[in-house]
T-cell receptor
Framework: DSGVTQTPKHLITATGQRVTLRCSPR?????VYWYQQSLDQGLQFLIQ???????AKGNILERFSAQQFPDLHSELNLSSLELGDSALYFC????????????FGNGTRLTVT | DQQVKQNSPSLSVQEGRISILNCDYT??????FLWYKKYPAEGPTFLIS?????DKNEDGRFTVFLNKSAKHLSLHIVPSQPGDSAVYFC??????????FGAGTRLTVKP
């Protein structure tokens, strides 16, 4: 158990809809990362937050947004969903006092129909 | 923008032999490199890491080698066991920001 909790585990929705994915980082971790994995592909970096502030941005679509709240949990909002957004979305957390590994949750599988 | 590349999508080895997984990167600013292992229906789990000031780090059966001049790292698993069968991702970051992952290599260890 990595200590990172992602909810829900599965999500099925229709094109054009909006969903929110939630992540609770490991206790004490200030940094949260979001990744997308489509169809056995690699992990595509979306966005990183540190202690409530955006730290780095990857290939995140404008239809997607995220935030990290004062209690350090994070939400990833996906809107105007398209079939191609179907993927596994992973959240990870780390203590960014120097280099340290990321600890991943088990992901949310999003299916857009 | 593929800053971290794993050019072998799959690798098959016999139990007891050495598994060598390779990874190349393009960003010379990266100073921290990691290997993750992933089983189906689970998130990636951290395996081993190396900072750019070292060229080798060992942990039991797992050794990571870093060649900064070639921008190349590799993971050696000796001896390989059937339970090592999984997808392996290499990753790299600068000051723990913006950690980038390769596409993964599926390792199959045959009994």
């Amino acid at each position: 158990d990595s200590g990172v909790t992602q909810t829900p585990k599965h999500l099925i929705t229709a094109t054009g809809q909006r969903v929110t994915l939630r992540c609770s980082p490991r206790s004490g971790d200030l940094s949260v990362y979001w990744y997308q994995q489509s169809l056995d592909q690699g992990l595509q970096f979306l966005i990183q937050y540190y202690n409530g502030e955006e730290r780095a941005k990857g290939n995140i679509l404008e239809r997607f947004s995220a935030q990290q709240f004062p209690d350090l949990h994070s939400e990833l909002n996906l809107s105007s969903l398209e079939l191609g957004d179907s993927a596994l979305y992973f959240c990870a957390s780390s203590v960014t006092q120097g280099n340290s590994p990321l600890h991943f949750g088990n992901g949310t599988r999003l299916t857009v129909t | 923008d593929q800053q971290v590349k794993q050019n072998s999508p799959s690798l098959s080895v016999q139990e007891g032999r050495i598994s060598i997984l390779n990874c190349d990167y393009t960003n010379s600013m990266f100073d921290y490199f990691l290997w993750y292992k992933k089983y189906p229906a689970e998130g990636p789990t951290f395996l081993i890491s190396i900072s750019s000031i070292k060229d080798k780090n060992e942990d039991g059966r797992f050794t990571v080698f870093l060649n900064k001049s070639a921008k190349h790292l590799s993971l050696h698993i000796v001896p390989s066991q059937p339970g090592d069968s999984a997808v392996y991702f290499c990753a790299a970051s600068y000051n723990n920001n913006d950690m980038r992952f390769g596409a993964g290599t599926r390792l199959t260890v045959k009994p």
